[in-house]
């Protein structure tokens, strides 16, 4: 079925570095991508979003690719610090009604 | 802007009790709000699809009779997990659409940490 899925469950970055955080999608459909954090015991925290009319999408810190060629949607986050440790999922939006796929999940840790 | 509350934020109750969950949209009204669950470490699950004034749109496998979902208004959303067993034991999160610049955008809720004995 269609699904959304991440290269890498895990990800270990030194405070400093950049991190990059992958996703694949399979629904070429879909027109509305969505990066979350979520921190142990919380609920997902939006932290930027792209639609697919666009390649590149940059907020503070961070950075959305989007390569709609081959179903590829990527994170970037620039000077990783300790506060970035969390869990990182794509999301995926499907259909008219808003109803959103998430992928399995990444858990980015940052070494001080 | 786009908050999303739920309360409460922890719950343990014995089996086969039932336990109600809110979920509100604070300075915003929600044109739709959802439903999820998350096991430890895995993913969100969507539950079901919750409109203001019309029936949930529940996801294939989960039960409508099991897991019943009011939408009373633009603002709040409640979740009610029927005759709770162990195995409803889980971290259950909401989110609501229609805040923010986005209005496709879907922010969460702090999620609601069930635990049934």
């Known amino acids: 079925g269609e699904s959304v899925g991440l290269h890498l469950p895990t990800l270990s970055v030194q405070e400093g570095d950049n991190s990059i955080i992958n996703c694949a999608y399979s629904?070429?459909?879909?027109?509305?991508f969505i990066w979350y954090k979520q921190e142990s015991g919380k609920g997902p925290q939006f932290i930027i979003d792209?639609?697919?009319?666009?390649d590149k999408r940059q907020g503070q810190r961070v950075t959305v690719l989007l390569n709609k060629t081959v179903k590829h949607l990527s994170l970037q986050i620039a000077a990783t610090q300790p506060g970035d440790s969390a869990v990182y999922f794509c999301?995926?939006?499907?259909?008219?009604?808003?109803?959103?796929?998430f992928g399995q999940g990444t858990e980015l840790s940052v070494k001080p | 802007g786009a908050v999303v509350s739920q309360h409460p934020s922890r719950v343990i109750c014995k089996s086969g009790t039932s336990v109600k969950i809110e979920c509100r949209s604070l300075?915003?009204?929600?044109?739709?709000m959802f439903w999820y669950r998350q096991f430890p470490k895995q993913s969100l699950m969507l539950m079901a699809t919750s409109n203001e004034g019309s029936k949930a749109t529940y996801e294939q496998g989960v039960e409508k009779d099991k897991f019943l979902i009011n939408h009373a208004s633009l603002t709040l959303s409640t979740l009610t997990v029927t005759s709770a067993h162990p195995e409803d034991s889980s971290f259950y999160i909401c989110?609501?659409?229609?805040?923010?610049?986005?209005?496709?955008?879907?922010?969460f809720g702090p999620g609601t940490r069930l635990l049934v004995l």
């Open positions: 300075d915003f009204q929600a044109t739709t």
């Open positions: 989110s609501a659409m229609g805040g923010g610049e986005n209005q496709e955008t879907q922010y």
């Open positions: 629904n070429s459909a879909s027109d509305y």
């Open positions: 792209i639609r697919s009319n666009m």
């Open positions: 999301a995926e939006k499907v259909g008219q009604g808003g109803k959103l796929i």
